[in-house]
């Protein structure tokens, strides 16, 4: 019996998620040492976490043998004192990953429907598939997301609209008279998602005043995470924050421990350490500079993009991913995005990036030959 036909349709029917090849893998099968291998595949820090959230971290390891505490009472403590929200309006996620589906798990159904934009976060189609909801995909402007799109797309049906600002895989934005312009137009019986993983990275004139928004729009949802520019990708933690009937759906659906206790209090940490942080923007900023002139020096374009990542458009986007991989650079391909000409590559320090277009230019070469 295949025993895959017990599984609804909606399931089977599921394209898994393409994560960035892990280093040791590639080693593996390019007969590379570890340490040769350069990863900018998955928008992690260059500069890992900081060694306060280090020390944090182990100060808690003597505690592994209990449960973490299930209401994070003092993550939520510290987030609510940044954002001015309450307890009762904010949802943790192992990852914002976990939040994004959350909100899917809480408000979609078969016979419903979520929105999103071509070339959007692939989560999104993902998390509205596994609850046997319908994806309606608007097409996208410029690779970008198109207000009017989005809004021509939503349904009778519809629960939720996905926004990603910046979006992954292409870095683009919309502005806050943009992004407030749309959801001002969106009907309040449609939640709207804003996924804000990279909003750190964002110009101050170009941050959007999401949370304050929370006030006037009671179908609002921002999502968080401290994967990216806090350096805790493998810890897994990321937060939800929306209006108190809208975070207590969510977190009925919640696993009661969901989030583990060395991210609690890495989480904490982390949102203490300024310092750090602005350590990793400028390298953020300085480092896209140096890809994006490299670029313009090997005559390529690509998607001028706000968050610690760029997509490039290489044409036979496959090959050239090839021969990086031979060379131990990993870097996204993105034709599953739609994308089948581009490869996003994450901000590295200086040297990654450096290895990097030094592997693309001969790819390059190669390729053309
Ligand atoms: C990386 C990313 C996330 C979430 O990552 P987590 O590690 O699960 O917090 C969410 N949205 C976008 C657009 C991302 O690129």
């Known amino acids: 019996m295949d025993l895959s036909e017990l599984a609804p349709g909606y399931i089977r029917a599921i394209a898994p998620y393409q994560t960035g090849k892990p280093i040791a893998e590639?080693?593996?099968?390019?007969?590379?040492?570890?340490?040769?291998i350069v990863k900018l595949a998955s928008?992690?820090?260059?500069?890992?976490?900081?060694?306060r959230v280090l020390a944090a971290i182990e100060n808690v390891i003597m505690e592994l043998a209990?449960?973490?505490?299930?209401?994070?009472?003092?993550?939520?403590t510290a987030l609510a004192a940044r954002h001015g929200v309450g307890l009762e309006q904010i949802v943790l996620g192992n990852g914002s990953n976990d939040v994004l589906e959350l909100?899917?798990?809480?408000?979609?159904m078969p016979q419903t429907s979520a929105v999103y934009s071509?070339?959007?976060?692939?989560?999104?189609?993902?998390?509205?598939?596994?609850?046997g909801a319908r994806g309606i995909e608007a097409p996208a402007k410029d690779f970008g997301h198109d207000p009017e799109a989005l809004l021509a797309a939503i349904a009778d049906d519809t629960r939720i609209l996905f926004i990603a600002n910046p979006n992954n895989p292409t870095g683009t934005l919309l502005d806050p008279v943009q992004l407030l312009g749309l959801i001002e137009r969106v009907p309040e019986n449609v939640l709207v998602v804003l996924d804000e993983a990279y909003t750190e990275y964002l110009p101050e004139e170009m941050k959007s005043d999401s949370v304050g928004w929370l006030k006037r729009?009671?179908?609002l949802i921002v999502t968080r995470t401290f994967s990216k520019a806090y350096g805790?990708?493998?810890?897994?933690v990321g937060y939800a924050l929306a209006s108190a009937q809208v975070a207590s759906m969510?977190?009925?659906?919640?696993?009661?421990?969901n989030v583990n206790s060395l991210a609690q209090a890495a989480a904490v940490m982390a949102m203490q350490d300024e310092a750090f942080l602005d350590e990793c923007l400028a390298i953020n900023r300085a480092g896209m500079v140096q890809l994006t002139d490299g670029f313009k020096r090997l005559g390529l374009t690509y998607i001028p993009s706000y968050g610690n990542f760029v997509a490039v458009r290489v044409g036979d986007a496959a090959a050239i991913n090839l021969s990086l991989l031979k060379q131990g650079v990993i870097v996204r391909p993105v034709a599953n995005y739609g994308l089948p000409e581009h490869l996003r590559v994450s901000v590295g320090l200086e040297g990654e990036n450096k290895v990097f277009l030094q592997a693309l230019e001969r790819a390059l070469k190669e390729i053309k030959k």
């Not at 928008?43 to 060694?51: C, F, T, V």
């Not at 805790?232 to 897994?236: E, F, H, K, P, S």
């Open 26 to 36: 590639v080693a593996r099968e390019m007969g590379l040492p570890e340490s040769d």
């Open 43 to 51: 928008n992690e820090n260059p500069l890992g976490a900081s060694p």
């Open 66 to 76: 209990r449960y973490p505490d299930g209401n994070g009472f003092t993550l939520k």
């Open 103 to 108: 909100a899917a798990r809480a408000f979609l």
């Open 118 to 131: 071509q070339h959007a976060f692939a989560v999104y189609p993902l998390a509205t598939q596994v609850v």
């Open 217 to 219: 729009f009671q179908n």
């Open 232 to 236: 805790l990708a493998g810890l897994r």
């Open 250 to 257: 969510m977190n009925r659906v919640r696993q009661p421990f």
